[in-house]
């Protein structure tokens, strides 16, 4: 958190620098400084100036303040909050993060939400490799043979897990088709940070997968990469895994995670 810098002697730059006070001490107070005392310390503030500007987002809904428990994050702020969660689009949000993942990789990249026991493509980014992919936004894939589907079902609760999976399904001699298998995978996918399909779903292709995350801390959807077999040898997963959880983290990001 940068520091409050001094006010500038034009009206137009001192009323941009309050709005920016106030907006760091939301901040702060939203990071878990209550006080009047310790909000005017963390931006260098006078207590009457901290005082002022704390009182003034107070009687906007802001903030709410209690006498002996100190400001907290007002009503406003709350409804605010859900207006702008719901304005967001995600394959939007996400396409600058999907493009740079794609160019750097130079594979398809795909973004997609869990639907019962299924992942649904929700934005595709054909790759530039020679061997392209015939996936299409709007498919579907069993959630349990597919690096989006781990990747989103290894950070849900256990009985969501178990719901989700189809005894005996086999996509591909590969295919995970026992339970405990299942179960042993999705803790690897959480230990690691990302999901793997080696030939899973699809013979001749793999994919890297890592999920993306609300600000409740919730798997909401899931970013991949997917090639042929050929273009991803064991010794490139750790390289491309690193870029695949990286674009997930900045989507999440987006989102307020």
């Known amino acids: 958190m940068q520091r409050a810098r001094p006010l500038s002697r034009s009206p137009e730059a001192g009323g941009a620098q309050t709005l920016l006070r106030g907006l760091w001490l939301l901040e702060k107070v939203a990071e878990g400084v ?5 909000l005017a310390r963390a931006l260098g503030l006078h207590k009457s100036t901290a005082h002022r500007i704390l009182s003034t987002l107070a009687a906007a809904g802001y903030l709410r303040h209690e006498p002996r428990k100190g400001y907290h994050l007002g009503p406003k702020l709350i409804r605010l909050g859900f207006r702008a969660y719901g304005q967001l689009h ?7 993060h999907l493009e740079r993942l794609r160019n750097t990789t130079r594979e398809t990249v ?3 939400v869990l639907d019962g026991q299924e992942v649904v493509y929700i934005e595709k980014l054909p790759g530039y490799r020679e061997l392209q992919l015939a ?3 709007g498919a579907r894939f069993p959630a349990q043979s597919t690096a989006l589907g781990k990747a989103l079902l290894a950070w849900q609760p256990r009985e969501r897990q178990r719901a989700a999976f189809i005894p005996g399904l086999r996509r591909t001699e590969r295919s995970i088709t026992d339970w405990v298998a299942l179960e042993t995978e999705l803790q690897r996918t959480r230990e690691r940070g990302y999901a793997l399909d080696l030939e899973e779903n699809e013979a001749g292709v793999r994919c890297i997968a890592a999920p993306i995350f609300n600000g409740n801390g919730e798997a909401v959807a899931a970013v991949s990469i997917s090639t042929a077999a050929i273009y991803l040898p064991e010794e490139r997963i750790p390289e491309v895994s690193r870029w695949v959880v990286e674009t997930a983290e900045g989507i999440g990001r987006e989102l307020g995670a």
């Open 34 to 38: 209550h006080d009047l005392e310790g």
């Open 90 to 96: 995600l394959p939007t949000l996400a396409r600058p």
């Open 110 to 112: 795909h973004l997609a």
């Open 135 to 137: 996936s299409q936004i």
